[in-house]
């Protein structure tokens, strides 16, 4: 078995075509389940009275049982994959770790108040809910796209926990700066918060300081008792799948509130689909720019680039939830995250594919963590594939996944 670095190139054909072949049977139609699990809500809020009083008889905070529930259930697998340990290993490259830092938390933010506020600047309540979206930097899909692009795998995860440690400590202050303080200082309309800053904190702790204190304890208890390589090859295909079904019935659940909106109201859905268009194409486009400008390499410039683009729509929909009710027009400009970019990243997953044969790369620099596996011998199966997604056997270095190694 020969093993190969990701900037080896390898046939164009046999490229795009493995993205599709290692994704599992749910994963390969995602966006498809996500549609179906959309047009069952519409049918079960038209077909069950009461729908809101049921869901409303127990609460966590301000969000009804059922849907923390299903919030919870997103956000716990996807934070059990991050190699925590490996943070100190691949930050070395401050460059790029700075660069991510201002686009996710700087740039990002900015992009998506300024396109929000120029396409719904009519629309207060969905021009909220869609610069949550974009203080929500991505913790979760963002290592399954890098993955397929043939990115940076311990970059894509060092960047995931620091998103995560970052959205713990100042998601609560942003949302405060840019619905309260930024536009007051531009002469435009406030969003008046009906909690304080402690509510928005309080609702960012639960729906993601839970889940990632768990992820956390799970690997490091699990690697403690039976070691990594039983972790991400036994245990993380087992629990893999509750992340889907948490979204899902999220979804469901979302959209069976929202069905009169959004048949009623059409419109307005296609008007919150336009900023996250435009701002998932200029961060990505924007990201890879800089990269390349950089002298990045190919992996780390993909890696950079997905997590640029990628939001958490889980936490905006959480907090939309949380701060404005499961009703609210907020909530809705949430659940349209997942709808939009879902299909756009997959497209760009094969962009980055294309680009990454007809674009000069420099080599890539061999990471830390990469090191690291060198020397001990072996190299662990993707941690975040679902289950039916097996790592390919191959003999030759040009079809050979980077990352990947036989099953043993």
């Known amino acids: 078995m020969t093993t190969t670095h990701p900037d080896t190139p390898t046939p164009l054909g046999q490229d795009t075509g493995s993205v599709v072949a290692e994704l599992s049977a749910v994963d390969r139609f995602l966006p498809l389940w996500i549609g179906a699990a959309m047009a069952a809500g519409l049918l079960l809020g038209r077909l069950v009275p009461g729908l809101d009083d049921v869901l409303d008889a127990v609460r966590i905070g301000q969000t009804s049982l059922p849907i923390a529930l299903g919030l919870l259930l997103m956000m716990y697998p996807v934070l059990a994959k991050v190699r925590y340990r490996e943070i100190g290993l691949v930050t070395a490259d401050k460059r790029m770790i700075t660069v991510s830092l201002l686009l996710n938390w700087l740039i990002g933010p900015a992009v998506m108040f300024a396109l929000a506020w120029l396409l719904l600047a009519d629309q207060p309540a969905y021009r909220t809910g869609v610069i949550l979206v974009g203080l929500a930097r991505c913790i979760a899909m963002v290592l399954i796209w890098n993955d397929l692009a043939r990115g940076d795998r311990e970059m894509a995860a060092v960047l995931v926990a620091l998103n995560a440690i970052f959205q713990v400590l100042t998601y609560a202050a942003l949302g405060y700066f ?231």
């Open 178 to 408: 840019y619905l309260k303080v930024l536009p007051g200082w531009l002469g435009l309309a406030t969003t008046d918060l009906d909690v304080s800053m402690w509510g928005i904190a309080k609702t960012v702790l639960v729906f993601l300081g839970i889940p990632l204190a768990a992820g956390y304890l799970t690997r490091t208890l699990g690697e403690h008792a039976k070691g990594q390589h039983w972790y991400e090859t036994r245990l993380l295909p087992k629990i893999a799948p509750i992340a889907l079904y948490g979204l899902l019935f999220t979804v469901v659940i979302l959209f069976a509130l929202q069905g009169k909106t959004i048949t009623a109201q059409p419109w307005n859905v296609a008007r919150i689909a336009l900023p996250l268009l435009a701002y998932f194409a200029t961060m990505w486009f924007g990201a890879v720019g800089i990269s390349h400008w950089l002298g990045l390499s190919y992996p780390r410039t993909t890696a950079l680039a997905f997590s640029a683009a990628s939001n958490d729509f889980e936490l905006a929909i959480a907090v939309a939830i949380g701060v404005f009710g499961v009703t609210s027009g907020q909530a809705l400009a949430g659940v349209v995250g997942p709808l939009i970019e879902v299909p756009v990243l997959v497209g760009l997953v094969y962009l980055a594919l294309w680009l990454r044969h007809r674009v000069s790369w420099p080599a890539a620099t061999t990471s830390a963590a990469e090191s690291v596996h060198s020397a001990r011998g072996t190299r662990s199966s993707p941690s975040w594939l679902s289950p039916g997604t097996r790592p390919v056997k191959t003999t030759t270095s040009a079809d050979h996944h980077p990352h990947q190694n036989p099953q043993p």
